[in-house]
């Protein structure tokens, strides 16, 4: 349909298409915005109703599962990766520092900043995250 119309006329309807698209992109984006805005209200009532304890113990499972330090073969693998695709000659005692420190260092972030968060939302939940990671 395009190649039967001459130069101007093509020109026009490209413009027509790209006004098109960009419309279409538009309404769908509202719609999903809509759709998080019930998505966010849902999650945040779900964690509101939840207790202390709860919370808790959900912050200490999720930061033990993303990085704890019962998995040092994961770490390794994923500092190798990274490692090399920055373009280093792989090296087994750099490797092995990098997992020795690395997670330690990001799970003392991790939790400072949980820590920071919790210390505004909730008070006794700090009370009750300390006395269960200790």
């Known amino acids: 349909m395009i190649k039967e119309y001459p130069g101007t006329h093509l020109e026009k309807l490209r413009i027509g298409i790209y006004n098109e698209t960009i ?3 538009k309404m769908h984006n509202e719609d ?37 330090f019962h998995s040092p073969h994961g770490w390794e693998l994923m500092i190798g990766s ?3 695709d920055f373009g280093f ?3 087994d005692q750099i490797i092995s520092g990098l997992v020795s420190t690395f997670p330690v260092i990001l799970d003392t972030i991790l ?12 008070p006794s939940l700090v009370v009750i995250y300390h006395s269960m990671n200790d």
Do not use: M, P
């Not at 998080?36 to 202390?52: G, M, R």
């Open 111 to 122: 939790k400072y900043l949980i820590f920071r968060y919790l210390n505004r939302v909730s």
């Open 89 to 91: 000659a792989h090296n």
């Open 32 to 68: 999903c915005n809509e759709e998080l805005v019930i998505l966010n209200y849902w999650v945040q009532e779900f964690l509101y109703n939840l207790s202390d304890t709860i919370k808790a113990f959900s912050i200490l499972l999720v930061t033990d599962l993303c990085i704890g």
């Open 82 to 84: 990274v490692y090399k």
């Open 23 to 25: 419309q279409l992109i």
